[in-house]
């Protein structure tokens, strides 16, 4: 090795360590006007898809008095990927990139592993919520937490009143229960108000998040993840998992657009289930809590509240999906010692403190989630937040299409749950060991 390249690695060794150290809290981070950190310097690039407005004034506030800077550029969901891989190609790419769990696989080769020697395991699971265990595998550390967004349960309080039920359902067998009166149909049997969207892939809002939601709340966990090989594979049918749980899981979504059932509340001929529920004529939906102020926006007569999403019965673990995004720091970045300092204060309480509630979110810190907010829809989304869980997603095209067919299998009758469920398993297994 040459002097040069003892030199560089020396440099690297030292900005990395730092950055761990002011991730953890070991270290405070210094005074704004003294400069900023030694050894940081020059200007980091990171692209999301989060709104840019949401960072105006804290990166202002991030980037004073320092010898280094943040540049975010905000990114369209519907062309991330084709503009990321063609700047990385071309070796224009940014420094960070924040990425959401089906980016994760797909950029593993692209990013820079954080070394479990260099951060310990420990204390990363110490410092974030538990849905952040998506980011370790086996090389280290694929990316630091940085957004949470849980899903949680919306419902119309005007309805709930006017039929009688006085508080929202804690668990899916009381879901279940206020179903028929929730559902109001016409002289023909047409279902002129639903109690909730669920069942289908082709109406129902966040379909594939709601069925994830189930599966992980049963111990479904749709991918595996093998740290030891470093391998992952498909998880809906498994040994460890009796397929039959699948299989239940996959039946109770569907029951909602069985007409033959009393749980039938949805079907195919109605809205968007979003737009239902905006409209009045929906009783509960499913979202995230990103959504609370949209959802005011679009129908500010519409008087609702926000709860917990159900649970199973008796169930000793809680669970629901969360939308994290972290921050990668990207291989092929040309200052990547700087990239790790700012990577790691932007994960850190000071920056996360100010810049999430710009959001209207809970954090990901477990620091941060330990104060709690007197807003009582926040306070919900605090609750949800320590509970997300999620799954790494090789491709969200790919698995919303195996999801999606899976759910279509048994409701049109062409097969019956457990060989749908087998199918699907099958069809992710082959996808994931394809390399595509």
Known sequence: MSNFQIALSVIFGFAFLLAVAIFSGFIKIPDR???????????????????????????????????????????????????????????????????????????KNKAYVIPYEGYSERVFLDTFIPESEIYLVKEGILALPFTVDPLVLYYNKNTFTSTGIVSYPK???????????????????????????????????????????????????????????????????????????????????TNFTDPVLSTYTWNTALPESRDAFIAGDLAMYIGYASEVESIRAKNPNLDFDVAPIPQLDNTKTKVT?????????????????????????????EFLSSFTPNLNLPPVRRDLLASRPTDPILSIFYTEALISRGWIDPSSIKTTDILSRLVKNI???????????????????????SGI
């Open 171 to 253: 668990t899916w067998t009381e879901l279940v229960n206020i179903v028929p009166l929730l559902v109001e149909k016409d002289a023909s049997g047409n279902i002129i108000r639903g109690a909730i969207g669920m069942g289908s892939f082709t109406n129902v809002t966040h379909a594939k998040e709601i069925l994830a939601t189930l599966f992980l709340q049963s111990g479904v966990d749709i991918t595996s993840y093998d740290r030891t090989t470093g391998e992952l594979d498909a998880a809906i049918k498994s040994t460890s998992n009796n397929s039959s749980v699948a299989e239940q899981v996959t039946e109770f979504f």
């Open 321 to 349: 999906f969360g939308d994290m995004k972290g921050i990668m720091i990207m291989n092929a970045s040309k200052n990547r010692n700087t990239a790790y300092v700012v990577s790691a204060l932007l994960s850190g309480n």
């Open 33 to 107: 006007n003294a400069g900023g950190i030694e050894g940081a310097t020059g200007q980091v690039v990171m692209w999301g898809t989060i709104d840019d407005g949401a960072f105006r004034d804290t990166i202002e506030d991030f980037n004073r008095n320092k010898d280094y800077s943040l540049r975010y550029i905000e990114k369209k969901s519907s062309t991330f990927d084709a503009e990321l891989i063609e700047a990385l190609a071309s070796g224009k790419g940014p420094d960070l990139v924040l990425v959401s769990q089906d980016m994760l696989w797909k950029y």
């Open 411 to 433: 409701t049109s009758g062409i097969y019956e749950p457990y060989q749908a469920v087998s199918l699907a398993n099958e069809e992710l297994s082959l996808f994931i060991n």
